[in-house]
């Protein structure tokens, strides 16, 4: 094999192990999808209707208001998804793993990509999921197919690029280290 | 492969060199270990042992010296040295949130083992170690010998021609400590290089082939176990008396002894032969010297530790309590 299908196939068994880590303690994904939903039950569902009477030529009332504030909770759940990304990464680095990865003859970048593959599918979940109690709540976005896919489109690129920059702050060296690298 | 005019090193180290800052940590050491060996370097807190490894095995870059490990410069051909070496650290390098199981498919997975291959070697492993039963238990809930255990077996997923092992007892109770030893020994009868830190001279003296002993970055002595017990001075016996009357008689009677008036001991250069003891005792029992205790003391590691790392420092202490 190829070092090209080598990293393939090491990031995904990275992919794996974060993605078990998930599922086995989804704590840290709940609290990242959490934060979003409850915000969206409390704007539209207890303060939708006072909201919704300010929107002027737009409407009035909780269904036209969900339309209105729909867009910003979903950006701000792919925001929130990298939190625990940073979070995940900073933990793995810390601990002694990833010293066994380091002394491996294992693609270097395999780590970090299955990290930022797991988080994205991830936040893509709790994106759905958000998305879905929004039109529950009445959210009747007027997107066409084309149109949803470019949306989909660009979530997934603002997840990739939020989620590298989650997994860049949470491998810093500045970042709480008990277990410093320098023993001697 | 390369030619070699002499029998082929696992290890081979010249001139190492670092430094953190300008704390200067290893200060040109230099190792040999050979194929099938096993090696003991030894040293108190703070020597630069996890340094070295670390350097060994391509976690830490050295600022000089030339380092050689299975034949492969670790400078220039990291992944080759890596794809041969297989290291345990000193903190455990299991994924705690993974079962026993799981941690090894995962480590099989990177060594590209296939997946029925891989799972017959972990299920290999988890039986050896002992660790079938907790195998399905995720990491986080294992005992600290369990965890050196998975932590071993993780490492030796992969069949590492070489095995640095960084303290790999330390924390462990005794039976544990018996247990990889044995573990250890197996490892070499199967043809692999055992290269193993250690402060606890027991240990050495048991299973290493050869010891080094590193000392604030330099090494003070490099041999056997027997090599190193010869560089101390020779053994003695230490006598307790009853009373200051009969230290003062057995202290006059006895030439070349020392004697600790607080303590009422005496230690007397011997052999620790029976007929050195034998010979002892009838001439105290000429004087009618009363003794309490009598221990012989033939030179052991400790003494040679003691001998080479200078007695200054707490830790020294610390390790022979």
């Not at chain 2, 099938?36 to 340094?51: C, D, E, S, V, Y």
């Not at chain 2, 670390?54 to 220039?76: K, P």
């Not at chain 2, 993974?98 to 029925?116: K, P």
């Amino acid at each position: 094999m190829s070092s090209l299908s080598y990293a393939m196939t090491d990031s995904a068994t990275m992919l794996r192990r974060n993605l078990r880590h998930a599922l086995r303690y989804p704590s840290l994904t709940l609290a990242g999808v959490m934060t979003p939903l409850i915000i969206l039950l409390l704007f539209v569902g207890v303060l939708g209707d006072t909201l919704g009477a300010g929107l002027g030529r737009m409407g009035g009332g909780a269904t036209s208001y969900v339309d209105y504030v729909g867009p910003g909770i979903i950006l701000m759940t792919v925001a929130g998804g990298c939190m625990a990304t940073a979070v995940a990464v900073c933990v793995d680095m810390t601990g002694g793993i990833i010293n066994r990865f380091r002394t491996m003859a294992i693609s270097r970048a395999s780590v970090l990509t299955g990290h930022v593959v797991g988080s994205m599918v991830q936040t893509l979940i709790s994106t759905a999921l958000v998305i879905g109690v929004a039109v529950l709540l009445g959210f009747r976005p007027t997107a066409g197919p084309l149109e949803w896919l470019g949306v989909i489109g660009l979530l997934v690129l603002v997840a990739f690029a939020l989620t590298w920059l989650a997994v860049l702050i949470g491998s810093s060296p500045r970042a709480p280290n008990p277990r410093a690298t320098r023993r001697c | 492969m390369n030619q070699h005019t002499t029998p082929p090193l696992a290890v081979s180290a010249t001139g190492l060199r670092k430094s953190f800052g300008d704390k200067t940590v290893l200060d040109g050491i230099d190792l040999d270990v050979a194929e099938g060996t096993i090696f003991a370097l030894l040293g108190p807190n703070g020597a630069g042992k996890t340094t070295t490894v670390q350097i060994l095995s391509t976690l830490l870059t050295a600022d000089g010296g030339e380092v050689r490990v299975a034949g492969h410069d670790v400078a220039q051909d990291q992944d080759a040295v890596r794809a041969a070496i297989g290291v345990t650290g000193q903190f455990s390098a299991v994924d705690e949130l993974l079962t026993g199981e799981e941690n090894l498919i995962l480590i099989a997975d990177l060594h590209h083992l296939g997946r029925s291959e891989g799972r017959r070697r972990a299920a290999e492993l988890l039986d050896r170690f002992d660790l079938a039963e907790a195998a399905t238990k995720t990491a986080a809930t294992y005992s600290g010998g369990m965890r050196r255990r998975l932590d071993l077996a993780m490492t030796l997923v992969g069949r590492p021609r070489i095995i640095f092992l960084d303290e790999p007892t330390v924390g462990l109770d005794p039976r544990s400590r018996r247990t990889m030893w044995q573990i250890v020994r197996e490892l070499v009868a199967e043809g692999a290089t055992i290269f193993l830190t250690t402060q606890y001279l027991e240990e050495a003296d048991q299973l290493a082939d050869r010891i080094a002993v590193l000392d604030r970055g330099r090494l003070v002595a490099d041999g056997t176990a027997d090599e190193l017990k010869r560089l101390v001075p020779g053994g003695h016996i230490r006598l307790r008396l009853a009373d200051a009357g009969g230290l003062e008689t057995a202290a006059r009677r006895l030439a070349g002894s020392s004697r600790d008036d607080e303590a009422l001991t005496l230690q007397v250069p011997s052999d620790g032969s029976v007929h050195a003891v034998r010979a002892l005792l009838a001439r105290l029992d000429a004087e009618a010297v009363d003794i309490e205790e009598l221990s012989i003391h033939t030179p052991d590691l400790d003494d040679v530790f003691l001998a080479l790392t200078g007695t200054h420092d707490e830790n020294h202490k610390e390790l022979i309590a």
